[in-house]
């Protein structure tokens, strides 16, 4: 999964822009799964749920893809990400 997202970045000639579409992914990933970021990113968690089969993580991905590229084509990336830190804040004050 990680080799994925580092050969697109490779392709694109180093770190998205701002505005590509991977940028939302991780706070989507973690949104959906219920998950703080921490250490992780969106390959990190979908190999998670998918009990450490990278094929699976892979076939997950694709499966949330389209799903995620609606989300952020009608929320927007900052939509995204704020919803992310509110359900981080939230959270945090659980514990």
């Known amino acids: 999964m990680?080799?994925?997202y580092v050969g697109f970045q490779t392709g694109r000639?180093?770190?998205a822009e701002p505005d590509a579409i991977l940028d939302a992914l991780t706070?989507?990933?973690?949104?959906r799964y219920r998950e703080?970021?921490?250490s992780s990113d969106w390959s990190t968690i979908l190999v998670r749920q998918?009990?450490?089969?990278d094929e699976a993580?892979?076939?997950l991905l694709f499966e949330l893809f389209e799903q995620y590229v609606a989300d952020r084509e009608r929320l927007g990336y900052e939509?995204?990400?704020s919803?992310?830190?509110k359900m981080e804040k939230e959270f945090h004050e659980k514990t």
């Open 36 to 38: 703080t970021m921490g």
């Open 57 to 59: 993580a892979f076939k």
């Open 13 to 15: 000639g180093g770190a």
């Open 79 to 81: 939509a995204i990400k």
């Open 27 to 31: 706070f989507g990933v973690c949104l």
């Open 2 to 4: 990680r080799s994925f």
């Open 83 to 85: 919803s992310y830190l």
């Open 50 to 53: 998918s009990d450490g089969d």
